[in-house]
Nanobody, 122 residues
Framework: QVQLVESGGGLVQAGGSLRLSCAAS????????MGWFRQPPGKEREFVAA???????YYADALKGRFTISRDSAKNTVYLQMNTLKPEDTAVYSC????????????????WGQGAQVTVSS
């Protein structure tokens, strides 16, 4: 079993950047696909980005070029670098893990962090 803890959320002005971290414990992230999801106010949780156990990365089409997912296996941590933030990026961002292979489906991830609030002001 793996435990996940997000950090790095906060309030930022439009056009700014934030980097979220997801620290894992209990198992090595190299055994998992790690995903980032977000839930905007009043909306359903949606896929943002993922990195499979091989290191291949995947992104929601609308976020390609602004968001970057990466991992540091030595620190057992996954990151989400978010640039050129927009007010519509305001959401609770959560990291998640599933065995080995990437999925964009919320329902296929077994382990979740508690979430980090990101608020982008206009």
């Amino acid at each position: 079993q793996v435990q996940l803890v997000e950090s790095g959320g906060g309030l930022v002005q439009a056009g700014g950047s934030l980097r979220l971290s997801c620290a894992a414990s209990g198992r090595t992230i190299r055994d998992y696909a790690m995903g980032w999801f977000r839930q905007p106010p009043g909306k359903e949780r949606e896929f943002v980005a993922a990195i499979s156990w091989t290191g291949t990365t995947y992104y929601a089409d609308a976020l390609k070029g602004r968001f970057t997912i990466s991992r540091d296996s030595a620190k057992n941590t996954v990151y989400l670098q978010m640039n050129t933030l927009k007010p519509e990026d305001t959401a609770v961002y959560s990291c998640a893990a599933r065995a080995l292979w990437y999925s964009h489906s919320v329902h296929e991830y077994n382990y979740w962090g508690q979430g980090a609030q990101v608020t982008v002001s206009s």
